[in-house]
């Protein structure tokens, strides 16, 4: 059995946390909410356009990858990361990976990893996780959706990895090159704040941020004139999976992104970061209470009745434009003094 030097923990999000313990391996100790906060990765992005399965995509998140990527362009982490035409070959650089001693992230899709509980198996390509060791014809996983590591046959991860359809991971794997020895958090924190509040204001799609939270208001205004009572929840049921199921969805993302600001007043001695968190923390349970809004019209028996989701959603949309309007502000501020990591 060969075992490499990482750190299993339960987290919120699988990226965040495949890239919090990866990192904390390589030599560079960071927590998910600054991994998320740091590479800019929180936003809101409606695609009426793009399908997953066969409704339209909702996202709180930036893609899948972002994330650690924006850890490079933010701090300086330079990772390296393989993708593969063929299943074999794809399987072939895991094994070699893990016999030089080195654990990678993967992305897979949920659906065709067999420790996954049934109800919890669906199409989703974008999961994140971390493979540390073999035992024969298993692979030892460290996936942070789980309190504790896992096994997954070598036939169901290869499945999992060259899965075809939105999302495609194509066999990704990734890992950590280098980190950097010192970090400038004011500057980086600035950065990473605007960078999140400026998408969320001022994208100038109508997809993206404060006006993505409108257009799928405006959507679900004209869902009734063109959809039957079971279309209409099997809609709204799309969005409550993509806010509370796929990692840690909108309010999840809301409060992790507002202990990523109260970690930073600590680190910069910034008290007016941990007011702003608890903006966020309130956009957070706002979308919470949007997503118990729809639950109800999913599981009535009556009628689907729109008002309560769209009310709850104008309220999420106002809190959100004046959170990011806080956060913007902050992230003015004249820098401080340089800070180090331990």
């Known amino acids: 059995m060969n075992l490499q030097p990482i750190t299993h923990r339960h987290a919120g999000h699988c990226e965040t946390g495949v890239s919090s313990i990866l990192l904390e391996a390589a030599g560079l100790t960071l927590s998910e909410a600054e991994v998320l906060g740091l590479s800019s990765g929180l936003t809101f992005v409606h695609l009426p356009f793009v399908r997953i399965n066969e409704l339209p995509l909702t996202s709180y998140r930036m893609p899948p990858g972002r994330i650690y990527r924006g850890l490079a362009r933010r701090i300086g982490v330079r990772w390296a990361q393989q993708r593969f035409r063929h299943p074999a070959a794809g399987m072939a650089a895991l094994d070699a990976a893990l016999e030089q001693g080195r654990a990678v992230g993967i992305q897979a899709s949920v659906y065709w990893l067999p420790y996954f509980p049934d109800a919890m198996r669906f199409h989703f390509n974008a999961h994140n996780l971390i493979v540390y060791g073999r035992d024969g014809d298993d692979y030892l996983v460290s996936d942070p959706v789980f309190e504790a590591p896992q096994r997954?046959?070598?036939?169901?991860?290869?499945?999992?990895?060259?899965?075809?359809?939105?999302?495609?991971?194509?066999?990704?794997?990734?890992?950590?090159?280098?980190?950097?020895?010192?970090?400038?958090?004011?500057?980086?924190?600035?950065?990473?704040?605007?960078?999140?509040?400026?998408?969320?204001?001022?994208?100038?799609?109508?997809?993206?941020?404060?006006?993505?939270?409108?257009?799928?208001?405006?959507?679900?205004?004209?869902?009734?004139?063109?959809?039957?009572?079971?279309?209409?929840?099997?809609?709204?049921?799309?969005?409550?999976?993509?806010?509370?199921?796929?990692?840690?969805?909108?309010?999840?993302?809301?409060?992790?992104?507002?202990?990523?600001?109260?970690?930073?007043?600590?680190?910069?001695?910034?008290?007016?970061?941990?007011?702003?968190?608890?903006?966020?923390?309130?956009?957070?349970?706002?979308?919470?209470?949007?997503?118990?809004?729809?639950?109800?019209?999913?599981?009535?028996?009556?009628?689907?009745?729109?008002?309560?989701?769209?009310?709850?959603?104008?309220?999420?949309?106002?809190?959100?434009?004046?959170?990011?309007?806080?956060?913007?502000?902050?992230?003015?501020?004249?820098?401080?003094?340089?800070?180090?990591?331990?």
Not at 327 to 340: G, N, W
Request: glycine share 8%; hydrophobic share 45%.
């Open 152 to 342: 997954c046959p070598r036939e169901a991860l290869q499945r999992a990895r060259f899965v075809r359809g939105a999302l495609a991971p194509k066999g990704l794997m990734y890992w950590p090159v280098s980190v950097p020895g010192t970090i400038d958090w004011s500057t980086a924190f600035a950065r990473s704040v605007r960078k999140t509040a400026n998408m969320m204001l001022r994208a100038p799609l109508p997809f993206v941020g404060i006006r993505g939270i409108r257009l799928l208001g405006r959507q679900l205004e004209r869902l009734p004139r063109r959809s039957d009572d079971a279309r209409q929840r099997l809609y709204l049921g799309q969005i409550v999976r993509m806010q509370e199921e796929i990692g840690t969805g909108g309010g999840g993302f809301r409060f992790m992104y507002a202990a990523y600001l109260h970690e930073m007043a600590d680190r910069l001695n910034r008290a007016d970061l941990a007011e702003v968190g608890q903006s966020l923390t309130a956009c957070g349970d706002a979308w919470r209470q949007f997503a118990v809004a729809c639950a109800r019209q999913i599981r009535s028996r009556q009628a689907v009745e729109l008002a309560g989701p769209i009310e709850a959603l104008a309220r999420v949309a106002t809190l959100e434009a004046q959170a990011f309007r806080d956060v913007l502000a902050v992230s003015r501020k004249p820098r401080r003094s340089l800070a180090h990591l331990d």
